[in-house]
Nanobody
Framework: QVQLVESGGGLVQAGGSLRLSCRAS????????MGWYRQAPGKQRELVAT???????NYADSLKGRLTISRDNAKNTAYLQMNSLKVEDTGVYYC?????????????????WGQGTQVTVSS
């Protein structure tokens, strides 16, 4: 229905920066909310940030100030700019999108997850 592909992860030194991208494709009518989540090894997946179609943002309290979520609606893409990275930021970062897709008969809601992109921060 709607597929999400993340990119931009990699290996960076502590204090460095990364910019993650998430592009949605498929039979999309709308993307109401896009968000980023992360999961460190052995830990539960946690919310990082979300952004609505109108540009309203929400950040995890512990991360606010070090990251910025944005989106380019023309490209169906969300971004996550991460600065001052710490070793504890290491993990797989997943993109999530919610909206309406064209089923061919009746528009329906979707909730899609990307496969994730690895972020590794070294000391």
């Amino acid at each position: 229905q709607v597929q999400l592909v993340e990119s931009g992860g990699g290996l960076v030194q502590a204090g460095g920066s990364l910019r993650l991208s998430c592009r949605a494709s498929g039979r999309v009518f709308s993307i109401d909310v896009m968000g980023w989540y992360r999961q460190a090894p052995g830990k539960q997946r946690e919310l990082v940030a979300t952004i609505t179609s109108g540009g309203l943002t929400n950040y995890a309290d512990s991360l606010k100030g070090r990251l910025t979520i944005s989106r380019d609606n023309a490209k169906n893409t969300a971004y996550l700019q991460m600065n001052s990275l710490k070793v504890e930021d290491t993990g797989v970062y997943y993109c999530k999108a919610q909206g309406i897709w064209d089923s061919g008969t009746i528009p329906q809601e979707y909730h899609s997850w990307g496969q994730g992109t690895q972020v590794t921060v070294s000391s």
